[in-house]
């Protein structure tokens, strides 16, 4: 079902949907006599964001343009175990397996009990079953469910694209997904585990779970486009190992070369599309069989959606490019 809210304008109101018994929302932006069977692209936030930031991504000026109906889906919380509360060592670890220490969390950390909250370092903290814990916006792009309660983002996104295929009579066939950071993993995670209701992902500066990425098959060929700064200090383009855990995390060039197997598209050639970008195009040989790969290599750009507001963040864009738009090219051609 849908709702939407009173106390915002109408054109940005957040919808619900409710999924396994649980609320969830979105925003969308429909143009003016939008077309029977038109696509549709969602486009998933980072990690604490939220749909806000999506809508004003730009895809609402280029759906007016070129006829799509675009969908900005809300992520869940994520449930962050932060170590021991009320001073005890505890015998219980954090979410990853390790010993946390919680000093930082101030006196109040060492006094609480269960069931009360506070606020430390900007964030609400809640004493519960003996652990200090807190929670972010986040997509689930791991499947922790547990740590979601209970929410799969897979199967949501899946039920979503579903419910507004049949409400606004778009085209299941031209569905597609793009995210920034997070939504970038969760893009990836779509295109592995949900392959019959996306037909392709873009993915700025986003990488893939290892986990999702060991297990991938693809139930047929998926096209990607994969936009990522060289020098992105938050999700490093080139991967590495994860300090707590030790495995090896695949860097973006890794993640392209693969999915380029998986879509039969054997041969490449680069293009330098401007002074710090640089494309690699992944093509098949018989274009009726796979799906090519776009993957733009940006030198000197850090975190930053590409072409769009780098907002508070005192960062640079230097791409030359405008990330919005070459996805919805992308897009189109498929």
């Known amino acids: 079902m849908t709702v ?7 054109h940005v109101k957040d919808h619900v949907y409710v999924h396994d018994g649980i609320q969830r929302t979105y925003k969308m932006y429909r143009p003016e006599n939008l077309a029977h069977n038109a696509p549709m692209v969602f486009v998933l936030h980072g ?22 109906l675009a969908v900005y889906p809300q992520s869940h919380n994520k449930l962050i175990v932060l170590g021991a509360a009320g001073g005890k060592s505890g015998n219980k670890k954090g979410e990853k397996g390790k010993d946390l220490d919680t000093s ?16 430390a370092n900007g964030m609400e ?10 929670s972010m916006a986040r997509w689930n792009n791991e ?12 199967e949501f996104l899946i039920a979503l694209a579903g419910f507004m295929q049949k409400e ?11 995210g ?18 996306f037909r392709a992902a873009a993915i700025v500066s986003g990488l893939i779970d290892a986990d999702v990425f060991k297990d991938c098959v693809l139930d047929k060929p998926k096209p990607i486009i994969h936009i990522h700064g060289a020098d992105d200090r938050m999700v490093p383009v080139d991967g590495g190992v994860d300090k707590i855990t030790g495995v090896r995390l695949p860097g973006a060039g890794e993640i392209v070369a693969y999915f380029a197997g998986l879509n039969d598209s054997v041969t ?17 040989e018989d274009e009726g069989k796979g799906a090519p790969v776009h993957y733009y290599r940006i030198e000197n750009h850090d975190h930053v959606w590409p072409g769009g507001d780098t907002g508070g963040k005192n960062l640079q864009d230097h791409s030359g490019i405008n990330a919005s738009e070459l996805i919805w090219e992308f897009f189109s051609g498929i």
């Open 143 to 154: 499947n922790a469910d547990e740590l979601f309660e209970g929410q799969s983002d897979v």
């Open 168 to 178: 606004h009579h778009v085209n299941p066939d031209r569905t597609f997904v793009a």
């Open 268 to 284: 490449s050639e680069k293009v330098k599309v401007t002074e710090n970008t640089t494309l690699t195009i992944y093509k098949p």
């Open 125 to 134: 903290i809640v004493c519960r079953d003996g652990m200090l814990t807190t």
């Open 104 to 119: 930082w969390l101030g006196d109040k950390a060492r006094t609480c009990e269960e069931g009360e909250s506070f606020v």
């Open 180 to 197: 920034f950071s997070n939504g970038g993993y969760m893009s990836y995670t779509l295109m592995c585990q949900a392959g019959e209701s």
């Open 4 to 10: 939407g809210k009173d106390h915002v304008k109408d």
């Open 47 to 68: 990690m604490t964001s939220s749909s806000t930031w999506s809508y004003m991504a730009g895809f609402n000026e280029l759906a007016d343009k070129h006829g799509f």
